[in-house]
């Protein structure tokens, strides 16, 4: 039996994202007189925005994608919510889209999608069930929906936008049980499109990284 991992405490820092923290990895022509649709990078626990915007020169360029910083302090890095997650108090994930969202409100070109690691993944989806027209689709890698049901969710079901899922086989996060809650969530609520890599842990790999890029291709077809 292995032992539960031990989680530090989150500390707020601000309701806001800190625009000094964005990183605008990569995107649309600098000299184009239009600005590309955003695809947001919502990184995991203990990480940081420079994160996942590694990924960004792997992935179209129909896009430009843009990294957030959490707005909870988490050891060395940031959060977006506290783990455990605790199925009664989604406050902090509440708050976390609620940050996002007034970012999103005040860009000049369209934010789209979301891609979201772990917590971010459960952000992505968070952002959704608060209004399931806030994105054109998301991927969650090895994410989670919050684990209650929420006012939005029948909404979310009839609107059911493009989602992708990608996820490891020996993530020690998901056993079985909770690897399957978030299959039947995703396929109900989304258009779910699953890459699971039997041999992968908590991580992305190439395979995973060229669905993500094949999943995005096809919505910057669709656009």
């Given at each position: 039996m292995?032992?539960?991992?031990?989680?530090?405490?989150?500390?707020l820092i601000s309701p806001h994202i800190d625009e000094d923290s964005v990183v605008r990895a990569s995107g649309d022509d600098a000299d184009s007189p239009v600005e590309a649709p955003i695809v947001l990078l919502l990184h995991g626990l203990g990480s940081h925005e420079g994160d996942l915007a590694g990924l960004a020169p792997f992935?179209?360029?129909?896009?430009?994608?843009?990294?957030?910083?959490?707005?909870?302090s988490y050891a060395q890095g940031?959060?977006?919510?506290?783990?455990?997650v605790d199925p009664e108090h989604p406050e902090s994930l509440q708050t976390s889209a609620a940050a996002v969202e007034s970012?999103?409100?005040a860009q000049s070109a369209p934010v789209v999608g979301a891609i979201g690691f772990s917590q971010g993944g459960a952000l992505a989806l968070q952002l959704l069930r608060?209004?399931?027209?806030?994105?054109?689709?998301?991927?969650?890698?090895?994410?989670?929906?919050?684990?209650?049901?929420?006012?939005?969710?029948?909404?979310l079901a009839e609107t059911a936008?493009?989602?992708?899922?990608?996820?490891?086989?020996?993530?020690?996060?998901?056993?079985a049980e909770r690897e399957q809650q978030v299959r039947e969530f995703m396929s109900s609520h989304t258009r779910l499109e699953e890459e699971r890599r039997p041999y992968l842990a908590h991580a992305v790999d190439e395979v995973e990284l060229r669905a993500i890029s094949a999943f995005l291709q096809r919505r910057a077809?669709?656009?």
């Open positions: 292995t032992n539960a991992p031990q989680y530090a405490p989150i500390e992935l179209p360029p129909s896009f430009t994608y843009i990294s957030l910083r959490g707005i909870y940031y959060a977006w919510c506290e783990m455990p970012w999103i409100a608060r209004d399931p027209r806030s994105l054109d689709f998301v991927v969650n890698l090895s994410g989670f929906p919050f684990p209650a049901p929420m006012p939005g969710d029948a909404a936008p493009p989602a992708l899922w990608g996820h490891g086989g020996m993530d020690p996060h998901f056993d077809d669709e656009r």
